[in-house]
Structure formats: C-alpha cells, structure tokens
C-alpha cells in the first residue's frame, strides 16, 4: 500500500516563499511508470495541476505557474518536495501530493492527505 504524507507551512505573507515536502511509503519515487504530483485547490474552485517529477527525474510544470515553481526530489528519503515562491493571496489553496500515471489522459491514485495554506498579510 502507498502512502504519501505531506508536510509544509502554517500561515505565509505575500512575498514569501512556499515549501512542502511530500514522502512517500510503500513504493518508490524512481520507478518510471509514475509521476509524483503537486496539485491545489483554491477555495471555492476546482483542483488545479501544479507540476510533476517523473520517476525518471523529469520535471513539468503548470505554464501558469512555471515561473515560480520548483519540484525536486531526494531519493535517499524518497521524498519529493514543492517550493513556490513569490507567494500571493490568489495561492491560497489546498495542496495535495498525488501519484499519477498516464491512463486517457491523468489518473491518480494515491493522494496525500492535503494541507492547507492560507497566504495573507
């Protein structure tokens, strides 16, 4: 059984800069087949695709966010992690690690628990 945990921030002021680190049980971050998954939900709104590492340690990202955003990887703790600078009060969201693989499109089917964080000055 896969298992993702999330940590990151309480409270952020504008400006600064968001970091998570998601780890992962039960499976390994370098197999190929997946990719490890940042995605948000803003309040009120659907869940907005963030960015990915590959197994392979390939890394995408959201053309919106692609400016601001970084996803890197530790393989010795078999983690993963998100940094989003520059934050604003629009950045105020959930924020959930996921594992994807590509079926039709994007499945998932392992998510972490979610945290939220709220940007505000």
């Known amino acids: 059984q896969v298992q993702l945990q999330e940590s990151g921030p309480g409270p952020v002021k504008p400006s600064q800069t968001l970091s998570f680190t998601c780890t992962v049980s039960?499976?390994?971050?370098?197999?190929?087949?997946?990719?490890w998954m940042w995605i948000r939900q803003p309040p009120g709104k659907g869940l907005e695709w963030i960015g990915y590492i590959a197994g392979s340690g390939t890394t995408n990202y959201s053309p919106f966010l692609k400016s601001r955003t970084s996803i890197s990887r530790d393989t010795s703790k078999n983690q993963f992690t998100l940094q989003l600078s520059s934050v604003r009060p629009e950045d105020t969201a959930v924020y959930y690690c996921?594992?994807?693989?590509?079926?039709?499109?994007?499945?998932?089917?392992?998510w972490g628990q979610g945290t939220q964080v709220t940007v505000s000055s």
């Open positions: 039960g499976g390994s971050i370098t197999t190929t087949n997946y990719f």
């Open positions: 996921a594992r994807g693989f590509p079926s039709r499109g994007w499945a998932y089917d392992y």
